[in-house]
């Protein structure tokens, strides 16, 4: 028989948990200062007020006006909470209050679990948070002494069928293993620095007894409101039939070049120099899908929203136009306010949410710094792609290569292994003008041309010309004119 789970409020935890946490057990919420455990605790015991439940809230540490503040910061109110203050007053500071008899630790131990398990016994909660237990460990002085205490709160608990989390702020030294082997499931709170932008949080179950849970780390952001947890993406997790068919842009050249079209379901990288009319391209794709009826989500790590939509403009892709008619979302994003879980999820909302069929990402190497190593890059681009596959999307990912010509072009990352399909933008010089070549060097369903056009930019509309069968050596970005007079390009007029 399955034990009955309660949600903790915190959705994208509950997600991580398949469900909520089994009730009835002692939980450790542990995390440094500053990693939300408070906010952690008062989310879960609002989630079972809301629900009926009768919840407590024991302080050992912070006051009640302290809570009181937490709680107006994320606009809550704590009216359906009991809360039980039980910290040192200014009445400890006389003199003739200070123990001498008996060790302070041994009469303040057993006048604290008494004053606790007395409230307990008058409100009968149905949830419970202890903050923290740093103070009870104190109080105990000896660790045979607390392991004992904690078992005994363990036994008791779990016959009056309560769920407790006990919050722990780390501050003693080594790790406690021993609360780990006594509670029924352990939720680990991370706070990671970066050099710059905001600090990356993260939260991994570290145990859940005889439950199923998705281990590893997951990325979280505290908010006015609460916790927000970002699961990590898994893709077999999310399943779908294979949809057939191509995507096209509209450009006849290139979707010749494609062999009709980009396959559904497949990752394409557009890789060149800066300025070669990557992002171009990929907005056309964009512009293509919402004319055809279907949503496209462009995430911007660079270039900024203003600018891209007055670039749109001069390309005759009134791309505002189409976000202010749902028809495309158009997002500017800061990889230094934004942890890469949580611009996974941006991306998977589009997709679940608003229906997205294309999905562009301009560009992977803006994605880059926003991760705090090169190692992670590749694992959590490799899952979101195969996630987006399985919809049915179409990704287009943009990346800027280092230099303008010649073959010593240099990428930062090399992920076009992990993409379906490449295109290749290129520099070339000829006949007295820097020109643009762009191709196809992989498609990995379906045959492709192995043709080089020219993609220019006629009357502030792209084209993609006809195949250059009329000069050797383009990749060099100085090629050899092999054909006659006649078959000398044009000069494309830029007015």
């Known amino acids: 028989m399955n034990k009955q789970r309660i949600l903790t409020?915190?959705?994208?935890?509950?997600?991580?948990?398949?469900?909520?946490?089994?009730?009835?057990?002692l939980y450790v919420v542990e995390g440094e200062p500053g990693t939300g455990k408070t906010t952690f605790g008062l989310q879960c015991l609002l989630e079972g007020a809301g629900r009926g439940e009768k919840v407590m809230y024991i302080t050992l540490?912070?006051?009640?006006?302290?809570?009181?503040?937490?709680?107006?910061?994320?606009?809550?109110?704590?009216?359906?909470?009991?809360?039980?203050?039980?910290?040192?007053?200014e009445a400890n500071l006389r003199p003739e209050d200070q123990y001498s008899a008996f060790h302070p630790s041994e009469v303040e131990f057993q006048d604290t679990t008494q004053s606790i398990l007395q409230e307990v016994e008058r409100v009968n909660p149905a949830r419970i948070v202890f903050d923290s237990l740093s103070e009870l460990r104190l109080m105990a002085q000896d660790s045979l002494r607390y392991r004992r205490q904690i078992l005994a709160l363990k036994h008791y608990f779990l016959n009056r069928q309560c769920t407790v989390l006990l919050l722990d702020d780390k501050t003693t030294e080594g790790h406690d293993m021993q609360l780990h082997s006594i509670a029924h499931g352990v939720v680990?709170?991370?706070?990671?620095?970066?050099?710059y932008g905001i600090e990356?949080?993260?939260?991994?179950?570290?145990?859940?007894?005889g439950s199923t849970f998705r281990e590893g780390f997951h990325d979280y952001r505290i908010e006015t409101g609460g916790i927000v947890v970002y699961p990590r993406l898994v893709a077999h997790d999310h399943c779908h039939p294979m949809l057939s068919g191509v995507t096209k842009s509209g450009l006849a050249g290139l979707d010749a070049l494609w062999g009709g079209g980009i396959p559904r379901g497949s990752s394409t990288l557009i890789i060149g120099p800066a300025g070669s009319g990557k992002s171009s391209l990929a907005i056309q794709y964009a512009a293509e899908a919402a004319k055809q009826g279907e949503f496209a989500a462009v995430f911007l790590f660079e270039e900024t929203r203003q600018s891209l939509l007055l670039r749109s403009t001069g390309l005759g892709i009134?791309?505002?136009?189409l976000v202010r008619r749902k028809k495309a979302h158009l997002e500017q994003v800061d990889p230094a306010e934004l942890s890469p879980g949580e611009f996974v999820e941006h991306v998977r909302r589009s997709v679940v949410e608003q229906g997205a069929r294309v999905v562009i990402i301009d560009s992977l190497n803006g994605y880059?710094?926003?991760?705090?190593?090169?190692?992670?890059?590749a694992i959590q681009m490799h899952e979101l792609l195969t996630y987006l596959n399985q919809q049915g999307v179409v990704t287009i990912l943009v990346l800027a290569?280092?230099?303008?010509?010649?073959?010593s072009m240099r990428s930062p990352v090399d992920l076009s292994y992990l993409a379906d399909n490449i295109l290749l933008t290129r520099y070339f010089e000829a006949l007295g003008r820097v020109r643009k070549a762009i191709s196809v060097l992989k498609k990995r369903s379906g045959k492709h041309e192995e043709t080089i056009r020219e993609l220019q930019f006629v009357n502030g509309r792209m084209q993609v010309s006809e195949a250059l069968s009329n000069f050797h050596g383009i990749m060099t970005g100085v090629p050899t004119f092999v054909g006659s007079q006649n078959d000398l390009l044009p000069n494309p007029s830029n007015e």
């Open 200 to 209: 990356r949080r993260r939260v991994r179950v570290a145990k859940l007894r």
């Open 401 to 407: 290569q280092a230099g303008v010509l010649g073959t």
């Open 318 to 321: 009134d791309l505002d136009d």
């Open 61 to 89: 540490s912070e006051s009640k006006i302290e809570l009181e503040e937490v709680a107006l910061s994320h606009h809550w109110s704590l009216d359906r909470i009991a809360l039980f203050e039980f910290v040192p007053t």
């Open 188 to 195: 680990s709170l991370e706070r990671l620095p970066r050099e």
């Open 9 to 25: 409020g915190i959705t994208g935890l509950d997600d991580v948990l398949h469900g909520g946490l089994p009730s009835g057990h």
């Open 368 to 377: 880059l710094n926003s991760m705090p190593g090169e190692s992670f890059l």
